[in-house]
């Protein structure tokens, strides 16, 4: 029973504890706070799209275009013995 209300009691007044102001964090304003906040955010909106613009050049022009074709003996369907799984293995690999 003990071991039990310890693993409610320990999280709950970590809870509290920081959650009260000046014991593990500064006293800041709320408008530092939100100038912080919004910073943050800005830099996450930029580095996306400068990943987003950078994959996009790469894609349009250092990629290789390749069509997808389905070929039925190629598919991935489970085989049906030990030979069938080998055979298999080593097409998909190439290892002929």
């Known amino acids: 029973?003990?071991?039990k209300i310890s693993k409610f009691i320990i999280p709950a007044a970590v809870i509290l504890i920081t959650a009260l102001?000046?014991?593990?964090?500064?006293?800041?304003?709320?408008?530092q706070a939100a100038v912080k906040f919004l910073l943050a955010m800005?830099?996450?909106?930029l580095s996306s799209?400068?990943?987003?613009?950078?994959?996009?050049?790469?894609?349009?022009?250092?990629?290789?275009r390749k069509?997808?074709?389905f070929d039925r003996e190629d598919s991935l369907s489970t085989p049906e013995n030990v030979d069938d799984a080998v055979?298999?293995?080593?097409?998909?690999?190439k290892l002929r």
Not at 42 to 45: C, Q, S
């Open 21 to 31: 102001p000046g014991h593990c964090a500064p006293s800041v304003s709320v408008k």
């Open 67 to 69: 069509s997808i074709t």
């Open 42 to 45: 800005g830099g996450v909106a």
């Open 87 to 93: 055979r298999f293995f080593i097409k998909k690999n």
């Open 1 to 3: 029973m003990k071991h």
């Open 49 to 64: 799209f400068i990943i987003f613009a950078g994959l996009t050049i790469y894609n349009k022009f250092f990629a290789e």
